[in-house]
């Protein structure tokens, strides 16, 4: 799902402004390991959620960008891979409490 808002609505379309581009998969992962132990009454695990929401809220309020873009890395290889062997050699795999919180993420 593509959306497209642009955060500064007194800006026209077209004119120069600040973009910022962010590594939402960076994100969560930032999030996770820094609020540990937040969960539902169910224990599902709301921290990343929580942290990606605070740090992107923070980010906004702050920097008050006219443009803003967040990435996820796709499930399948991409040209990186095929190109750099070590493509993400050094990253740890997901838990899979942090796989749950994919698709909320995004929303």
């Given at each position: ?10 800006k026209k379309r077209g004119k120069s402004g600040?973009?910022f581009l962010i590594d939402g998969n960076s ?10 132990s937040l969960a539902t009454s169910r224990g ?64």
């Amino acid at each position: 799902m593509r959306k497209e808002t642009q955060l500064n609505p007194s800006k026209k379309r077209g004119k120069s402004g600040r973009f910022f581009l962010i590594d939402g998969n960076s994100f969560c992962y930032r999030a996770f390991y820094a609020i540990r132990s937040l969960a539902t009454s169910r224990g599902e695990a709301t921290n990343a959620i929580y942290g990606f929401v605070t740090m992107l809220r923070k980010l906004v309020n702050e920097e008050k960008p006219d443009y803003l873009a967040i990435c996820f890395d796709r499930k399948e290889p991409t040209f990186r891979h095929e190109r750099f062997r070590d493509y993400k050699a050094h990253r740890k795999p997901m838990v899979s409490s942090l796989r749950s919180t994919g698709s909320k993420k995004r929303e």
